[in-house]
């Protein structure tokens, strides 16, 4: 069985910094592509990045490049979303999700996600 696991939220300040972990276990994630999401109330899910299984590839969502990266080091199937000069839209919850063979950014492409960090920015 595949399991996913977020970690890293809070609340932090706007400006603030804050690294998110997605843990995979059950199989090999460097088989995987990976993705983050997050959805905000009333919101439907937003796309934020992906990275291949090589990391030779990442993609960004618009309202998060150049402030966000993300990265993977397979050894320890574990992805990271480090997050600089968070703002209050950004504010939300942020999933981690697998899916192979083709890297996307479409949410309904992912075939296993994770339950879900809350990362809330104060202003």
């Known amino acids: 069985q595949w399991l996913v696991a977020e970690s890293g939220g809070g609340l932090v300040q706007a400006g603030d910094s804050l690294r998110l972990s997605c843990a995979a276990s059950?199989?090999?994630?460097?088989?995987?592509?990976k993705g983050w999401f997050r959805q905000a109330p009333g919101k439907e899910r937003e796309f934020v990045a992906a990275i291949s299984r090589s990391s030779a590839l990442t993609y960004y969502g618009d309202s998060v490049k150049g402030r966000f990266i993300v990265s993977r080091d397979n050894a320890k199937n574990t992805v990271y979303l480090q997050m600089n000069a968070l703002k209050p839209e950004d504010t939300a919850v942020y999933y981690c999700?697998?899916?192979?063979?083709?890297?996307?950014?479409?949410?309904?492409?992912?075939?296993?996600w994770g339950q879900g960090t809350q990362v809330t920015v104060s202003s």
């Open positions: 059950g199989r090999a994630l460097n088989t995987y592509e």
């Open positions: 999700a697998a899916k192979r063979p083709v890297l996307t950014t479409d949410p309904n492409d992912y075939q296993y």
